[in-house]
């Protein structure tokens, strides 16, 4: 049996499919969410340099790498859909916007209270933290931009040149570490080197990784959902559900 | 050329134009981003000299003295081929200690000292629990006094 996947590039049938797709996911976030709180709270060790001030690091490295990843499928999307003018690719991309800021402004957020106690000081001019909030000016710039624009077809167009523009910004903030001399650290945890954690700390914060990326999830086909109504609100099947509804 | 296949190309085209624009203006930075200073490229004079800059590197071992049961301290950072004495006056952050990275922004002053108006640590990316820490530790010297005694 093979699955026609290119019925769900239609807004109405990806609709439908979001809407079944939501629960599952919710339930795996609050899962995860869940175990990922308690080991990072109570299971995981006190750390030997920083005490018990490092378990930010459950919050704030999921958030980062939120932060950076979903900038990857929101300009992915954002690509498509300017390359193949697919109006659902640029839906998910100007759904996914929201959620990578709110990830940028929490990594941002929960480090500098991190870097207080820890380096002596909230903020520093340093290339990776910088080169963070460059991403969060980037998401702000791509979502106000689209907002600007009245059209949604030509907001699309704008916000993908955009988030295109702006991919390059994804590895100067990830090698920034090696690059150049930072107050941050080096990485943890990579593909290439084994981590530089205990195992208890990398499963919470592993775990709480996975809580983000199911929330994200959750948050973009809610948001897509949204917007789909919104733009097609003129089309028969929205009217259909209108009537069922009411 | 299809007008879809003409597009394709001035979006290549751009992304190309982007990138390598954004290669050179890296490239500018490079000179420009550094955020501290080894006591190696002090020595070599790289850092700009009668300007605050700040110095990076480890609180030398056994180089740490409070002077006068003051706030002021002073101090060694080292990058294990250079050194610089540093002088401080003011708060340390709770991770300064001896052999622990710092970075350190002040100035150079004509005795050679580096006079510093802010301190912060800088700390490693390994994670784990005292008793993993002081394992290894023990470890480490273990092996040190073992050359040591295979060298005699």
Known sequence: MSINWYKYASPASFYFLAGKMIPFFSVAAVIFLVVGLYIGFFVAPTDFQQGEAYRIIFIHVPAAWMSMFLYLVMAFWAGIGLAFNTRLSSMVATAIAPTGAMFTFLALWTGAWWGKPMWGTWWVWDARLTSELILLFLYIGFMSLQAAIDDPRRADKAGAIIALVGVVNIPIIYFSVQWWNTLHQGASVSLTQSPKMATTMLAGMLIMSLAAWMYSIVMVLMRTRVIILERERHTAWVAELKGATR | ?152
């Open chain 2, 1 to 152: 050329m299809k007008p879809r296949h003409k597009k394709m190309a001035i979006i290549a085209l751009s992304v190309t134009a982007l990138t390598s624009a954004a290669i050179l203006v890296l490239n500018v930075f490079q000179s420009n981003l550094v955020f501290f200073f080894s006591p190696t490229q002090v020595a070599a004079n790289e850092a700009p000299v009668g300007k605050s800059f700040r110095i990076g590197g480890i609180v030398e071992e056994g180089s740490l003295k409070r002077i006068d049961n003051s706030t002021t301290i002073a101090f060694a950072v080292t990058d294990t081929s250079e050194a610089i004495q540093v002088v401080y006056t003011g708060i340390l952050p709770d991770l300064f200690k001896e052999g622990k990275g710092v970075v350190a922004q002040g100035k150079i002053a004509d005795d050679g000292i580096f006079y510093a108006d802010e301190v912060l640590a800088k700390h490693d990316e390994n994670y784990m629990p005292p008793e993993a820490a002081s394992a290894l530790e023990q470890a480490a010297k273990a092996q040190k006094a073992s050359l040591i005694q295979q060298e005699q």
